[in-house]
């Protein structure tokens, strides 16, 4: 069945894909990002596609979206919150401001379409909320502080989220990706630490070019990725959680086990706390 799906950064890396798969599904489609003349470029023209500019730091514009989108296709079926930027580097290098512009765009960006999407949502009383995280939204990885902050962020968010929405039939799917060739290593999508330090400056230099070297040689393909995300929109029960490629499942799988671990032995200290009287 057609859906209407908004699409946040659809100019660049995975999201054009996300945009072309929806549409060649028969879904009609409202893709969004800071320059909708490149989007327009990439997907073409169609009676099923709307474009328009956002900035998902921006309620305002937010609300515009979903207005123009709801009077021209009449619905709002599912929000793809995928737009994203990578704030790279050592903790203590990266500025107090920096590691705010992470959590502005990752975090609070898609807070801000998610709240516009929400109250046409409820009036239908369906929908579905789809945020693309990262397996750094729940395993913490070296010189990503800033990133995977924002990323558990979004992971107890929308964990959360589904409880809220559940009683106005809104479902809610948490999808984390491995490495995907996507532009997000490149450097329109990525900042590195502003700061200097001299005891990380050699782990810098080194870590730095190590990310930069793995940019266009990432395993998984973002066309399949797209493919699947669109078949999980269209899945008559989705899953609260998808991860994606053949990297991220294991690597989610220990961590779940890390964890389990990591409980256990907590048992006989931490276990008989409570206030006995």
Known sequence: ????????????????????????????????????????????????????????TSTSEAVKVVKSAVEKFGQMDALINNASTFQAGYFEEISPEAMRQQLETNLF?????????????????????????????????EFCAAYATSKFGVEGWMESLRFDL?????????????????????????????????????????????WQSMNGQQAGDPVKLARAIIAVVGAGQPPLRFVAGADAIPAVADKGREITAQAEASRELGFDLNITN
Do not use: C
């Not at 989007?39 to 328009?52: D, F, H, K, R």
């Not at 709240?115 to 729940?138: C, D, E, F, K, N």
């Open 1 to 56: 069945m057609s859906k209407v799906i908004l699409i946040t950064g659809a100019g660049r890396g995975l999201g054009p894909n996300i945009a072309r798969q929806a549409l060649s599904a028969g879904h009609r489609v409202i893709a969004t990002g800071r320059r909708p003349e490149k989007i327009q470029e990439l997907l073409g023209e169609s009676e099923n596609l709307l474009v328009t500019a956002l900035d998902i």
């Open 109 to 141: 960006g898609p807070m801000n379409v998610t709240r516009a999407v929400l109250p046409q949502m409820r009036r239908q009383r369906s929908g579905h909320v789809v945020t693309i995280s990262s397996t750094a939204g729940i395993i913490g990885q």
């Open 166 to 210: 559940e009683p106005f039939g809104i479902n809610t799917t948490i999808v984390e990706p491995g490495f995907f060739r996507t532009e997000l290593l490149e450097e329109a999508s990525t900042s590195w630490a502003d700061l200097t330090i001299e005891d990380y400056a050699d782990r810098t230099r080194e870590t730095k070019a190590g």
